[in-house]
Protein backbone atom coordinates (compact mmCIF):
# COMPACT_ATOMS: atom_id res chain seq x y z
CA UNK A 1 0.00 0.00 0.00
CA UNK A 2 2.57 2.38 0.96
CA UNK A 3 4.83 1.32 -2.00
CA UNK A 4 1.40 2.24 -4.60
CA UNK A 5 1.01 5.69 -2.16
CA UNK A 6 4.76 6.45 -2.79
CA UNK A 7 4.82 5.28 -6.37
CA UNK A 8 1.95 7.91 -6.87
CA UNK A 9 3.67 10.71 -5.35
CA UNK A 10 6.57 9.92 -7.65
CA UNK A 11 4.13 9.74 -10.68
CA UNK A 12 2.65 13.30 -9.23
CA UNK A 13 6.07 14.94 -8.51
CA UNK A 14 7.28 13.67 -12.45
CA UNK A 15 3.84 15.13 -13.93
CA UNK A 16 4.32 18.31 -11.83
CA UNK A 17 8.17 18.78 -12.91
CA UNK A 18 7.62 18.37 -16.33
CA UNK A 19 4.83 20.31 -16.25
CA UNK A 20 5.83 23.23 -14.37
CA UNK A 21 9.43 23.58 -15.41
CA UNK A 22 8.60 25.13 -18.94
CA UNK A 23 5.50 27.31 -17.38
CA UNK A 24 8.19 27.96 -14.95
CA UNK A 25 10.67 28.80 -17.83
CA UNK A 26 8.36 30.68 -19.95
CA UNK A 27 7.46 32.97 -16.87
CA UNK A 28 11.00 33.44 -16.56
CA UNK A 29 11.76 34.50 -20.00
CA UNK A 30 8.24 37.00 -20.40
CA UNK A 31 9.24 38.69 -17.03
CA UNK A 32 12.76 39.08 -18.12
CA UNK A 33 12.18 39.83 -21.27
CA UNK A 34 9.64 42.54 -19.97
CA UNK A 35 11.47 43.79 -17.32
CA UNK A 36 15.29 43.03 -17.69
CA UNK A 37 16.01 43.51 -20.87
CA UNK A 38 18.08 46.13 -22.58
CA UNK A 39 15.03 46.62 -25.04
CA UNK A 40 12.36 46.86 -22.41
CA UNK A 41 11.82 50.02 -22.32
CA UNK A 42 11.48 50.68 -26.03
CA UNK A 43 8.32 50.86 -26.68
CA UNK A 44 5.97 48.69 -28.71
CA UNK A 45 3.29 45.45 -28.63
CA UNK A 46 3.45 43.49 -25.41
CA UNK A 47 3.27 40.42 -27.40
CA UNK A 48 6.25 41.31 -29.44
CA UNK A 49 8.42 42.01 -26.28
CA UNK A 50 7.57 38.57 -26.08
CA UNK A 51 7.59 36.50 -28.97
CA UNK A 52 9.45 36.59 -32.14
CA UNK A 53 5.79 34.97 -33.29
CA UNK A 54 4.36 38.06 -33.16
CA UNK A 55 6.08 38.89 -36.24
CA UNK A 56 5.59 35.34 -37.89
CA UNK A 57 1.80 36.08 -37.19
CA UNK A 58 1.92 38.94 -39.92
CA UNK A 59 4.41 37.82 -41.84
CA UNK A 60 2.40 34.11 -42.65
CA UNK A 61 -1.13 34.38 -41.60
CA UNK A 62 -1.56 37.53 -42.59
CA UNK A 63 0.07 37.06 -46.11
CA UNK A 64 2.81 39.50 -45.60
CA UNK A 65 1.53 41.98 -44.02
CA UNK A 66 3.80 43.09 -41.74
CA UNK A 67 5.52 46.13 -43.56
CA UNK A 68 1.79 47.70 -43.14
CA UNK A 69 1.85 46.74 -39.16
CA UNK A 70 5.20 48.46 -38.94
CA UNK A 71 3.29 51.31 -40.27
CA UNK A 72 0.63 51.40 -37.70
CA UNK A 73 3.10 50.81 -35.03
CA UNK A 74 5.31 53.76 -35.89
CA UNK A 75 2.16 55.89 -35.93
CA UNK A 76 1.33 54.67 -32.36
CA UNK A 77 4.93 54.07 -30.63
CA UNK A 78 6.71 56.72 -32.43
CA UNK A 79 10.13 56.81 -34.46
CA UNK A 80 11.63 53.28 -32.71
CA UNK A 81 9.50 49.81 -31.73
CA UNK A 82 10.59 47.15 -30.61
CA UNK A 83 9.37 44.10 -32.98
CA UNK A 84 10.70 41.10 -31.13
CA UNK A 85 12.41 40.66 -28.01
CA UNK A 86 15.59 41.33 -29.75
CA UNK A 87 14.53 43.22 -32.66
CA UNK A 88 13.98 47.12 -32.98
CA UNK A 89 12.34 48.62 -35.89
CA UNK A 90 12.98 52.26 -37.20
CA UNK A 91 11.47 55.39 -38.96
CA UNK A 92 13.81 57.74 -39.05
CA UNK A 93 15.91 58.48 -42.12
CA UNK A 94 18.54 59.10 -39.86
CA UNK A 95 18.63 55.88 -38.70
CA UNK A 96 18.70 53.87 -42.28
CA UNK A 97 22.33 55.41 -43.06
CA UNK A 98 23.43 54.50 -39.33
CA UNK A 99 22.50 50.59 -39.73
CA UNK A 100 22.93 50.22 -43.33
CA UNK A 101 26.32 52.07 -43.51
CA UNK A 102 28.10 51.02 -40.33
CA UNK A 103 30.36 48.30 -41.84
CA UNK A 104 30.49 46.57 -38.41
CA UNK A 105 26.86 45.55 -38.57
CA UNK A 106 26.60 41.76 -40.39
CA UNK A 107 23.71 40.60 -41.94
CA UNK A 108 21.24 38.41 -39.41
CA UNK A 109 22.18 34.89 -40.10
CA UNK A 110 18.30 33.97 -38.85
CA UNK A 111 16.80 35.93 -41.78
CA UNK A 112 19.11 35.25 -45.01
CA UNK A 113 19.49 31.27 -43.39
CA UNK A 114 16.13 30.55 -44.84
CA UNK A 115 17.11 31.38 -48.36
CA UNK A 116 19.14 28.32 -48.31
CA UNK A 117 21.70 29.73 -50.60
CA UNK A 118 24.85 29.90 -48.58
CA UNK A 119 27.44 30.01 -51.13
CA UNK A 120 25.86 33.47 -52.31
CA UNK A 121 27.37 36.93 -51.59
CA UNK A 122 23.53 38.18 -50.66
CA UNK A 123 23.30 35.58 -47.92
CA UNK A 124 26.82 35.62 -46.32
CA UNK A 125 26.53 37.07 -43.03
CA UNK A 126 30.66 36.61 -42.11
CA UNK A 127 31.44 39.89 -42.67
CA UNK A 128 35.60 38.64 -44.13
CA UNK A 129 33.92 35.94 -45.86
CA UNK A 130 31.26 38.61 -47.36
CA UNK A 131 34.54 41.32 -48.13
CA UNK A 132 36.28 38.01 -50.37
CA UNK A 133 32.93 37.17 -52.17
CA UNK A 134 32.00 40.71 -52.75
CA UNK A 135 35.21 41.47 -54.48
CA UNK A 136 35.41 39.03 -56.96
CA UNK A 137 31.36 40.01 -57.45
CA UNK A 138 31.14 43.35 -57.23
CA UNK A 139 33.94 44.45 -60.45
CA UNK A 140 31.79 42.04 -62.77
CA UNK A 141 29.23 44.53 -62.54
CA UNK A 142 31.17 47.94 -62.67
CA UNK A 143 29.68 50.33 -65.23
CA UNK A 144 32.64 49.75 -67.08
CA UNK A 145 31.58 45.75 -67.72
CA UNK A 146 27.65 46.65 -67.67
CA UNK A 147 28.44 48.69 -70.88
CA UNK A 148 30.49 45.97 -72.12
CA UNK A 149 27.35 43.68 -72.01
CA UNK A 150 25.08 46.16 -73.10
CA UNK A 151 24.87 44.04 -76.51
CA UNK A 152 23.08 41.37 -74.15
CA UNK A 153 20.81 43.32 -72.91
CA UNK A 154 19.79 45.02 -76.00
CA UNK A 155 19.64 41.71 -78.37
CA UNK A 156 17.38 40.06 -75.25
CA UNK A 157 15.11 43.16 -75.18
CA UNK A 158 14.73 42.86 -79.11
CA UNK A 159 14.26 39.55 -79.01
CA UNK A 160 11.22 39.86 -76.20
CA UNK A 161 9.81 42.59 -78.54
CA UNK A 162 9.75 40.27 -81.73
CA UNK A 163 8.03 37.24 -79.20
CA UNK A 164 5.60 40.02 -78.14
CA UNK A 165 4.87 40.82 -81.53
CA UNK A 166 4.26 37.28 -82.40
CA UNK A 167 2.13 36.64 -79.14
CA UNK A 168 -0.41 39.76 -79.94
CA UNK A 169 -1.31 37.63 -83.00
CA UNK A 170 -2.62 35.25 -80.89
CA UNK A 171 -3.18 36.80 -77.68
CA UNK A 172 -3.66 40.33 -77.25
CA UNK A 173 -3.54 39.86 -73.27
CA UNK A 174 -0.14 39.25 -71.83
CA UNK A 175 1.22 39.10 -68.17
CA UNK A 176 3.97 41.61 -68.67
CA UNK A 177 5.04 41.24 -64.91
CA UNK A 178 6.27 37.28 -66.24
CA UNK A 179 7.36 39.27 -69.47
CA UNK A 180 10.14 41.23 -67.85
CA UNK A 181 11.35 38.96 -65.38
CA UNK A 182 11.69 36.96 -68.37
CA UNK A 183 14.33 39.44 -69.52
CA UNK A 184 16.38 39.91 -66.80
CA UNK A 185 16.49 36.30 -66.19
CA UNK A 186 17.89 35.67 -69.61
CA UNK A 187 20.14 38.79 -69.28
CA UNK A 188 21.55 37.09 -66.20
CA UNK A 189 21.75 33.85 -67.45
CA UNK A 190 23.26 35.14 -70.51
CA UNK A 191 25.84 37.09 -69.25
CA UNK A 192 26.90 34.20 -66.26
CA UNK A 193 26.77 31.18 -68.67
CA UNK A 194 27.35 32.62 -72.00
CA UNK A 195 24.34 30.91 -73.11
CA UNK A 196 20.66 31.28 -73.79
CA UNK A 197 18.09 28.78 -71.93
CA UNK A 198 15.00 30.32 -74.05
CA UNK A 199 13.26 32.09 -71.10
CA UNK A 200 12.04 34.91 -73.22
CA UNK A 201 10.70 32.62 -76.18
CA UNK A 202 9.12 30.32 -73.29
CA UNK A 203 5.13 30.27 -74.28
CA UNK A 204 3.27 32.57 -71.89
CA UNK A 205 6.73 34.28 -70.37
CA UNK A 206 6.07 31.34 -68.17
CA UNK A 207 9.41 29.52 -68.07
CA UNK A 208 9.32 26.64 -65.54
CA UNK A 209 12.65 27.79 -63.72
CA UNK A 210 11.30 31.15 -63.61
CA UNK A 211 7.88 30.22 -62.73
CA UNK A 212 9.78 27.90 -59.93
CA UNK A 213 11.95 30.63 -58.89
CA UNK A 214 9.21 33.29 -58.16
CA UNK A 215 6.61 30.58 -56.06
CA UNK A 216 9.30 29.23 -54.17
CA UNK A 217 9.30 32.53 -52.19
CA UNK A 218 6.52 31.76 -49.78
CA UNK A 219 8.18 28.95 -48.39
CA UNK A 220 11.30 31.17 -47.48
CA UNK A 221 9.17 32.81 -45.29
CA UNK A 222 8.04 30.00 -43.31
CA UNK A 223 11.83 28.75 -43.45
CA UNK A 224 12.63 31.79 -42.22
CA UNK A 225 9.94 31.46 -39.11
CA UNK A 226 9.95 27.27 -38.56
CA UNK A 227 13.94 27.31 -38.98
CA UNK A 228 13.14 23.46 -37.68
CA UNK A 229 11.30 22.64 -40.76
CA UNK A 230 14.17 23.60 -43.20
CA UNK A 231 16.05 20.05 -43.07
CA UNK A 232 12.71 18.43 -43.46
CA UNK A 233 11.64 20.21 -46.24
CA UNK A 234 15.39 19.93 -48.46
CA UNK A 235 15.61 16.26 -47.36
CA UNK A 236 11.89 16.15 -48.95
CA UNK A 237 11.67 14.05 -52.14
CA UNK A 238 10.65 16.18 -55.33
CA UNK A 239 7.31 15.00 -55.66
CA UNK A 240 6.22 16.00 -52.06
CA UNK A 241 8.01 19.75 -52.15
CA UNK A 242 5.98 19.96 -55.21
CA UNK A 243 2.62 20.16 -52.82
CA UNK A 244 4.61 22.76 -50.47
CA UNK A 245 5.95 24.55 -53.98
CA UNK A 246 4.41 24.27 -56.96
CA UNK A 247 6.79 24.68 -60.00
CA UNK A 248 9.99 23.16 -57.99
CA UNK A 249 10.22 20.70 -60.25
CA UNK A 250 10.37 23.28 -63.10
CA UNK A 251 13.11 25.36 -60.49
CA UNK A 252 15.34 22.01 -60.15
CA UNK A 253 15.60 21.04 -63.88
CA UNK A 254 16.85 24.56 -64.17
CA UNK A 255 19.30 24.44 -61.50
CA UNK A 256 20.75 20.78 -62.84
CA UNK A 257 21.48 22.45 -66.21
CA UNK A 258 23.19 25.52 -64.68
CA UNK A 259 25.12 22.64 -62.62
CA UNK A 260 25.55 20.45 -65.74
CA UNK A 261 27.25 23.53 -67.61
CA UNK A 262 29.31 24.30 -64.77
CA UNK A 263 30.33 21.29 -64.41
CA UNK A 264 30.85 21.30 -68.28
CA UNK A 265 32.76 24.27 -67.67
CA UNK A 266 34.94 23.07 -64.55
CA UNK A 267 36.18 19.87 -66.76
CA UNK A 268 37.00 21.89 -70.13
CA UNK A 269 37.61 25.60 -69.12
CA UNK A 270 38.82 26.19 -72.58
CA UNK A 271 35.38 26.80 -73.67
CA UNK A 272 34.94 30.00 -71.97
CA UNK A 273 37.59 31.48 -74.43
CA UNK A 274 35.01 31.07 -77.50
CA UNK A 275 32.85 33.60 -75.82
CA UNK A 276 32.50 36.83 -77.69
CA UNK A 277 32.45 38.99 -74.11
CA UNK A 278 33.77 37.86 -70.87
CA UNK A 279 31.19 36.34 -68.93
CA UNK A 280 30.79 36.59 -64.90
CA UNK A 281 31.89 32.41 -64.46
CA UNK A 282 34.97 33.58 -66.24
CA UNK A 283 35.55 35.08 -62.84
CA UNK A 284 33.54 32.55 -60.33
CA UNK A 285 35.09 29.73 -61.59
CA UNK A 286 38.97 30.83 -61.61
CA UNK A 287 40.55 28.17 -59.26
CA UNK A 288 41.99 31.34 -57.29
CA UNK A 289 38.81 32.17 -56.13
CA UNK A 290 38.16 29.04 -54.74
CA UNK A 291 34.63 29.12 -54.85
CA UNK A 292 31.44 27.93 -56.24
CA UNK A 293 29.54 30.84 -57.45
CA UNK A 294 26.21 31.60 -56.19
CA UNK A 295 24.62 31.24 -59.14
CA UNK A 296 20.90 30.64 -58.07
CA UNK A 297 20.86 34.13 -55.94
CA UNK A 298 22.26 35.93 -58.85
CA UNK A 299 19.16 35.28 -60.86
CA UNK A 300 16.57 35.36 -58.26
CA UNK A 301 18.39 38.97 -56.70
CA UNK A 302 18.32 39.83 -60.51
CA UNK A 303 14.68 38.72 -62.38
CA UNK A 304 11.96 39.80 -59.71
CA UNK A 305 13.85 42.62 -58.59
CA UNK A 306 14.10 44.63 -61.81
CA UNK A 307 10.64 43.40 -63.19
CA UNK A 308 9.32 44.67 -60.26
CA UNK A 309 10.48 48.44 -60.96
CA UNK A 310 9.86 47.99 -64.64
CA UNK A 311 6.07 46.74 -64.09
CA UNK A 312 5.33 49.64 -61.45
CA UNK A 313 7.28 52.24 -64.08
CA UNK A 314 4.70 50.69 -67.15
CA UNK A 315 1.53 50.62 -64.88
CA UNK A 316 2.07 54.04 -63.70
CA UNK A 317 2.74 55.77 -66.88
CA UNK A 318 -0.27 54.08 -68.32
CA UNK A 319 -2.71 54.77 -65.94
CA UNK A 320 -1.61 58.41 -66.31
CA UNK A 321 -1.75 59.72 -69.79
CA UNK A 322 -0.14 62.89 -69.46
CA UNK A 323 2.65 60.91 -67.60
CA UNK A 324 2.64 58.47 -71.05
CA UNK A 325 2.11 61.26 -73.36
CA UNK A 326 5.44 63.24 -72.07
CA UNK A 327 7.51 60.28 -71.79
CA UNK A 328 6.61 59.27 -75.42
CA UNK A 329 7.24 62.87 -76.97
CA UNK A 330 10.41 62.60 -75.27
CA UNK A 331 11.40 59.41 -76.95
CA UNK A 332 10.42 59.97 -79.83
CA UNK A 333 12.63 63.30 -80.33
CA UNK A 334 15.79 61.48 -79.57
CA UNK A 335 14.81 58.09 -81.19
CA UNK A 336 12.91 59.04 -84.43
CA UNK A 337 13.90 56.15 -85.78
CA UNK A 338 11.79 53.25 -84.41
CA UNK A 339 13.56 50.16 -85.86
CA UNK A 340 16.57 51.19 -84.59
CA UNK A 341 18.49 50.56 -81.17
CA UNK A 342 18.79 53.30 -78.79
CA UNK A 343 22.32 53.29 -76.78
CA UNK A 344 22.39 53.27 -72.99
CA UNK A 345 24.49 56.07 -72.60
CA UNK A 346 21.88 58.23 -74.49
CA UNK A 347 18.26 56.89 -72.81
CA UNK A 348 20.27 57.82 -69.75
CA UNK A 349 20.92 61.03 -70.85
CA UNK A 350 16.97 61.44 -71.27
CA UNK A 351 15.49 63.15 -67.98
CA UNK A 352 11.62 62.37 -68.25
CA UNK A 353 12.68 58.80 -68.39
CA UNK A 354 15.16 59.04 -65.86
CA UNK A 355 12.77 60.51 -63.41
CA UNK A 356 10.30 58.04 -63.92
CA UNK A 357 12.19 55.01 -63.16
CA UNK A 358 13.57 56.82 -60.08
CA UNK A 359 9.91 57.43 -59.51
CA UNK A 360 9.33 53.22 -59.73
CA UNK A 361 12.74 52.60 -57.90
CA UNK A 362 10.83 54.83 -54.96
CA UNK A 363 7.41 52.76 -55.40
CA UNK A 364 8.29 49.50 -55.67
CA UNK A 365 11.16 48.72 -53.25
CA UNK A 366 13.49 45.95 -54.30
CA UNK A 367 13.09 44.55 -50.87
CA UNK A 368 10.12 45.18 -48.97
CA UNK A 369 10.69 43.14 -45.81
CA UNK A 370 13.30 45.35 -43.62
CA UNK A 371 16.77 43.62 -43.74
CA UNK A 372 18.12 43.01 -40.64
CA UNK A 373 21.50 43.94 -39.13
CA UNK A 374 22.95 42.50 -35.57
CA UNK A 375 22.35 43.60 -33.17
CA UNK A 376 18.51 43.34 -34.61
CA UNK A 377 17.70 46.59 -36.04
CA UNK A 378 16.78 47.23 -39.21
CA UNK A 379 14.37 50.11 -41.19
CA UNK A 380 12.29 49.13 -44.27
CA UNK A 381 12.64 51.25 -47.34
CA UNK A 382 9.45 51.85 -47.25
CA UNK A 383 9.93 54.16 -44.43
CA UNK A 384 11.93 56.52 -46.62
CA UNK A 385 10.14 56.34 -49.53
CA UNK A 386 6.78 56.52 -48.36
CA UNK A 387 7.78 59.51 -45.74
CA UNK A 388 5.64 62.20 -46.84
CA UNK A 389 7.98 64.77 -45.54
CA UNK A 390 10.43 63.79 -47.97
CA UNK A 391 8.07 62.90 -50.43
CA UNK A 392 4.75 64.34 -50.34
CA UNK A 393 1.80 62.59 -51.15
CA UNK A 394 4.50 59.85 -51.17
CA UNK A 395 1.94 57.02 -52.55
CA UNK A 396 1.53 59.02 -55.90
CA UNK A 397 3.37 58.41 -59.16
CA UNK A 398 4.83 61.82 -59.51
CA UNK A 399 8.27 61.56 -61.96
CA UNK A 400 7.99 65.73 -62.02
CA UNK A 401 9.36 65.52 -58.34
CA UNK A 402 12.92 63.71 -59.51
CA UNK A 403 12.63 67.39 -61.66
CA UNK A 404 12.10 69.92 -59.39
CA UNK A 405 14.70 72.42 -58.47
CA UNK A 406 16.64 71.40 -55.46
CA UNK A 407 15.26 67.90 -55.96
CA UNK A 408 18.75 66.62 -55.92
CA UNK A 409 18.80 66.32 -52.16
CA UNK A 410 15.93 63.52 -52.71
CA UNK A 411 18.58 60.98 -54.00
CA UNK A 412 19.87 60.62 -51.01
CA UNK A 413 16.79 59.38 -49.83
CA UNK A 414 15.92 56.95 -52.60
CA UNK A 415 17.57 53.39 -51.28
CA UNK A 416 15.66 50.47 -53.46
CA UNK A 417 19.60 48.96 -53.65
CA UNK A 418 20.10 49.62 -49.98
CA UNK A 419 23.35 51.65 -49.07
CA UNK A 420 26.83 51.11 -47.47
CA UNK A 421 29.28 48.00 -48.03
CA UNK A 422 25.84 45.18 -48.51
CA UNK A 423 24.44 47.43 -50.86
CA UNK A 424 23.13 45.87 -54.10
CA UNK A 425 25.86 44.16 -56.35
CA UNK A 426 23.96 44.00 -59.41
CA UNK A 427 22.69 48.20 -59.47
CA UNK A 428 24.47 49.13 -63.19
CA UNK A 429 23.30 45.95 -64.58
CA UNK A 430 19.64 46.68 -62.78
CA UNK A 431 20.05 50.54 -63.99
CA UNK A 432 21.11 49.56 -67.62
CA UNK A 433 17.76 46.89 -67.97
CA UNK A 434 15.63 49.52 -66.59
CA UNK A 435 16.56 52.01 -69.44
CA UNK A 436 16.44 49.56 -71.83
CA UNK A 437 13.01 47.78 -71.25
CA UNK A 438 11.39 50.88 -69.91
CA UNK A 439 12.92 53.15 -72.97
CA UNK A 440 12.00 50.31 -75.41
CA UNK A 441 8.33 49.36 -73.92
CA UNK A 442 7.31 53.11 -74.48
CA UNK A 443 9.01 53.62 -78.06
CA UNK A 444 8.03 50.84 -79.75
CA UNK A 445 4.91 49.09 -78.21
CA UNK A 446 1.43 50.24 -77.89
CA UNK A 447 -0.16 49.13 -74.40
CA UNK A 448 -2.89 49.56 -72.20
CA UNK A 449 -3.98 48.39 -68.86
CA UNK A 450 -6.41 45.14 -69.02
CA UNK A 451 -7.16 44.52 -65.57
CA UNK A 452 -5.17 42.44 -63.09
CA UNK A 453 -4.79 38.43 -63.02
CA UNK A 454 -5.22 36.24 -59.90
CA UNK A 455 -1.78 35.22 -59.49
CA UNK A 456 -2.39 31.90 -57.87
CA UNK A 457 -4.43 30.44 -60.00
CA UNK A 458 -2.25 31.79 -63.13
CA UNK A 459 0.64 30.16 -61.56
CA UNK A 460 -0.76 26.91 -60.81
CA UNK A 461 -2.42 26.57 -64.20
CA UNK A 462 1.19 27.72 -65.79
CA UNK A 463 2.54 25.01 -63.60
CA UNK A 464 0.62 22.39 -65.36
CA UNK A 465 1.12 23.17 -68.61
CA UNK A 466 5.18 23.86 -68.06
CA UNK A 467 5.39 20.33 -66.31
CA UNK A 468 3.77 18.85 -69.19
CA UNK A 469 6.13 21.03 -72.24
CA UNK A 470 8.78 19.36 -69.65
CA UNK A 471 7.52 15.59 -70.15
CA UNK A 472 7.32 16.24 -73.52
CA UNK A 473 10.84 17.47 -74.07
CA UNK A 474 12.20 13.94 -74.07
CA UNK A 475 13.86 12.77 -77.10
CA UNK A 476 11.07 11.56 -78.74
CA UNK A 477 8.95 14.19 -78.11
CA UNK A 478 7.48 16.42 -80.55
CA UNK A 479 8.54 19.50 -78.22
CA UNK A 480 8.86 22.26 -80.91
CA UNK A 481 5.07 20.90 -82.54
CA UNK A 482 3.42 20.46 -78.70
CA UNK A 483 4.51 24.32 -78.50
CA UNK A 484 2.50 25.51 -81.28
CA UNK A 485 -0.77 24.12 -80.71
CA UNK A 486 -0.62 24.58 -76.65
CA UNK A 487 0.70 28.02 -76.78
CA UNK A 488 -2.48 28.98 -78.38
CA UNK A 489 -4.63 27.40 -75.56
CA UNK A 490 -2.26 27.76 -73.09
CA UNK A 491 -3.06 31.91 -73.38
CA UNK A 492 -6.85 31.45 -73.94
CA UNK A 493 -6.77 29.14 -70.70
CA UNK A 494 -4.81 32.12 -69.02
CA UNK A 495 -7.01 34.95 -70.34
CA UNK A 496 -9.92 34.09 -68.44
CA UNK A 497 -8.47 34.18 -65.40
CA UNK A 498 -8.81 37.70 -65.41
CA UNK A 499 -10.91 38.34 -62.52
CA UNK A 500 -10.54 41.98 -61.51
CA UNK A 501 -10.42 45.24 -62.78
CA UNK A 502 -7.26 47.15 -62.87
CA UNK A 503 -6.27 49.10 -59.43
CA UNK A 504 -7.90 52.85 -59.55
CA UNK A 505 -4.86 54.31 -58.29
CA UNK A 506 -1.55 52.74 -56.55
CA UNK A 507 -1.94 49.24 -57.54
CA UNK A 508 -1.86 48.37 -54.07
CA UNK A 509 -3.81 44.93 -54.45
CA UNK A 510 -0.74 43.39 -56.03
CA UNK A 511 1.63 44.84 -53.78
CA UNK A 512 2.25 41.71 -51.36
CA UNK A 513 3.56 39.98 -54.61
CA UNK A 514 6.72 42.81 -54.47
CA UNK A 515 7.26 42.00 -50.97
CA UNK A 516 8.32 38.54 -52.27
CA UNK A 517 5.01 36.71 -52.08
CA UNK A 518 4.07 35.82 -54.91
CA UNK A 519 0.32 35.02 -53.79
CA UNK A 520 -1.92 38.17 -55.13
CA UNK A 521 -2.19 39.68 -58.07
CA UNK A 522 -0.03 40.87 -60.86
CA UNK A 523 -0.77 43.20 -63.46
CA UNK A 524 -2.25 42.68 -66.88
CA UNK A 525 -1.52 44.72 -69.90
CA UNK A 526 -2.77 44.40 -73.47
CA UNK A 527 0.16 45.03 -75.91
CA UNK A 528 -0.23 45.05 -79.51
CA UNK A 529 3.42 46.40 -81.41
C1 LIG B 1 15.75 47.10 -59.51
C2 LIG B 1 16.50 46.05 -59.30
C3 LIG B 1 17.16 45.67 -58.00
C4 LIG B 1 16.88 46.08 -56.73
C5 LIG B 1 15.82 47.08 -56.30
C6 LIG B 1 17.80 45.39 -55.84
C7 LIG B 1 17.84 45.56 -54.46
C8 LIG B 1 18.77 45.00 -53.63
C9 LIG B 1 18.87 45.24 -52.20
C10 LIG B 1 17.94 46.12 -51.40
C11 LIG B 1 19.93 44.52 -51.74
C12 LIG B 1 20.44 44.49 -50.29
C13 LIG B 1 20.01 43.22 -49.62
C14 LIG B 1 20.51 43.13 -48.18
O1 LIG B 1 20.97 44.09 -47.59
O2 LIG B 1 20.42 42.03 -47.66
C15 LIG B 1 20.49 43.81 -52.85
C16 LIG B 1 21.58 42.95 -52.76
C17 LIG B 1 22.08 42.24 -53.82
N1 LIG B 1 21.68 42.32 -55.14
FE1 LIG B 1 20.21 43.52 -55.87
N2 LIG B 1 18.61 44.57 -56.58
C18 LIG B 1 18.26 44.72 -57.91
C19 LIG B 1 18.84 44.08 -58.98
C20 LIG B 1 19.90 43.22 -58.90
C21 LIG B 1 20.53 42.59 -60.04
C22 LIG B 1 20.17 42.84 -61.51
C23 LIG B 1 21.49 41.77 -59.56
C24 LIG B 1 22.36 40.89 -60.43
C25 LIG B 1 23.54 40.68 -60.30
C26 LIG B 1 21.50 41.89 -58.10
C27 LIG B 1 22.35 41.24 -57.24
C28 LIG B 1 22.45 41.46 -55.88
C29 LIG B 1 23.40 40.79 -55.00
C30 LIG B 1 24.44 39.74 -55.39
C31 LIG B 1 23.18 41.30 -53.70
C32 LIG B 1 23.92 40.92 -52.40
C33 LIG B 1 24.94 41.99 -52.06
C34 LIG B 1 25.57 41.80 -50.68
O3 LIG B 1 24.95 41.21 -49.81
O4 LIG B 1 26.70 42.24 -50.46
N3 LIG B 1 20.51 42.78 -57.75
N4 LIG B 1 19.79 44.11 -53.99
Redesign the pocket.
Known amino acids: MDRVFLDSITRHSLLTVVVALPVAYAAYLGVSRLYFHPLSRVPGPLLASLTDYYVTYYDIAKDGQMVHQLGRLHARYGPIVRIGPNKLHFADPKAFDLI?RDVRLP?EPWF?DAFNVPL?????CDIPK?KE??SV?RPL?SRKNILQVEGVIQDVISHFLQVLSQRSKSSPRTNLHRGFASI?MEV?TTYSFAKSYGVVAYPSFSHPGLVGFQNSNFIIFVMRHFPLLRSVFFAMPLWLAGWFVPGIYGRRQFIQALDEQIAGILEDPTVLEKEEHEIVNHHLLNPKVGRKP?RR??IR??DI??A??CIVAAFNVLKNPEIEVRLRKELMETWPEVETQLSLERLEKLPYLTAVIKEA?RL????VSP?PRVTIVSMG?SFMHYNPEIFPNPKEFRPERWLAKGSSDLENYL????KG???????N??WA??YLIIGNMFRKVDMELAGTVNSVIANATMIIVAVILYELESPEGPISDAKQWLQPVFASVLSHFRTLPAPSSHPSSYWPLFSGLARTDSSQIDSTT
Open positions: YKYSLFAIAAALFTIGELASTTNALSHGVLQVPFNPRMCTGMLAEL
